[in-house]
């Protein structure tokens, strides 16, 4: 296993597009802890994959180094570098059973018959496979295959990481969770670093101990499931992360109040200088509290619908001319002349898209 440096990356993928400023990564500079469990955010297109394939070495970066411990493995092959890799489609021997599978790998590194005989049981066993081993793999289901690429990376000892590209991609609705938590336990046991990329939140937010949020060829966040849905140092990352994502409301400040428009609200640690650029404030829905219209410090809304989510209900409205979301109680009373209150501690102020003091 392998602490992996990312020292000051940036890549593009011609000259022309380097002549041009077109990064699909603009700057990444990051040290992934040895046994780790990592996943990478972010929508299409912000460089999740590009970053992976630096790390697994299908991509030379432009400019920076990629360390695996203290060594230098930029220019290194993928083979050299002793990644395993999870892609979106299992990659494996349909015509070998699932034991011989699991066997090719150490055989390919000369493990002697005796330790190969010991490791793939072991293996199927922590897999729940047992009862396929000496079936061929051709007829198993996407998530067993999908286990057996898993397996292949866990037997090696070698490893210096399992790299995942969207792995839960063709596997049945009903199988993901499962699967996501064996996966999760299988980490647990082997402390193999994993770095896990992604679109979907819900996977990111349960394997991983630490999420990096990719937006536009940077990393916006790294942190905790808690950090981010408390704390989101960038605006995407309050949008992304969430259901509905964080409310971001253009305000100015006066004093120690933000003045939305609409009405005023009190901020409970206003910021030391005035900051400068484009200001917002950041609620998440779950933190906007729906009252009667005149409540001492509330701000008027309008209400436009009110969706049922099951044990609580959505209000969709609008402050001024911006939408704003509330999640309510299920029971919650809904007046008819509404405003809403922000829970003050949960009140994040932006600068050009960055918390103010968030930036680092
Ligand atoms: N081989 C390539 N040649 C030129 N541009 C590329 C190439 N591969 C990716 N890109 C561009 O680099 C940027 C980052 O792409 P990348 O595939 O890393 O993003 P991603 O976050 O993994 O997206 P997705 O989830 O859709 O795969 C995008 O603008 C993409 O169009």
């Not at 400019?63 to 999870?86: C, K, M, W």
């Not at 200001?279 to 509330?298: N, Y």
Request: with cysteine; aromatic share 6%.
């Amino acid at each position: 296993m392998a602490r992996i440096r990312l020292d000051r990356i940036r890549h593009a993928y011609t000259p022309e597009l380097a002549a041009r400023g077109s990064f699909a990564l603009r700057g990444v500079d990051h040290t992934f802890d040895d046994g780790g469990a990592y996943a990478l955010l972010g929508p299409s297109g912000c460089g999740k994959t590009t970053l992976l394939n630096i790390m697994s070495g299908l991509v030379t970066p432009s400019e920076g180094r990629v360390l695996f411990d203290d060594a230098d493995v930029t220019h290194r092959s993928t083979e050299a570098r002793n990644i395993a890799q999870v892609f979106q489609f299992p990659v494996i021997y349909d015509t070998m059973t699932v034991a011989e599978n699991l066997a090719f790998p150490l055989r390919n590194r000369g493990v002697s018959a005796a330790e190969i005989k010991r490791h793939v049981p072991e293996m199927l066993e922590r897999l729940g496979l047992v009862a396929e081993a000496n079936r061929k793999a051709r007829g198993l289901t996407a998530d067993q295959k999908q286990k057996i690429s898993l397996g292949r990376g866990l037997i090696r000892s070698d490893v210096s990481a399992i790299l995942f590209d969207e792995p839960l991609t063709v596997i049945d609705p009903h199988m993901k969770w499962i699967l996501r938590s064996q996966l999760k336990e299988l980490h647990r046991e082997f402390r193999t670093t994993m770095i896990y990329v992604t679109h979907d939140q819900t996977e990111a937010l349960t394997f991983a101990e630490k999420v990096m949020v990719m937006y536009d060829g940077e990393v916006v966040q790294i942190g905790t499931p808690e950090e981010l849905f408390e704390r989101p140092r960038h605006t995407f990352v309050g949008y992304f992360i969430g259901s509905p994502g964080m409310n971001v409301l253009p305000c100015r400040i006066e004093g120690d109040e933000a003045d939305l428009g609409a009405g005023r609200i009190r901020l409970p640690s206003p910021p030391a200088s005035r900051p400068q650029g484009k200001l917002e404030l950041g609620i998440r829905p779950e933190f906007v509290r729906v009252v009667p219209s005149g409540s001492p410090g509330a701000v008027p809304v309008t209400i436009d619908k009110v969706e049922d989510i099951g044990s609580e209900r959505i209000v969709r409205a609008r402050i001024g001319g911006e939408k704003l979301a509330a999640v309510v109680a299920e029971d919650a009373a809904l007046p008819a002349d509404a405003a809403v209150l922000f829970e003050p501690g949960a009140l994040n102020l932006y600068a050009d898209s960055w918390l103010v003091g968030g930036r680092t």
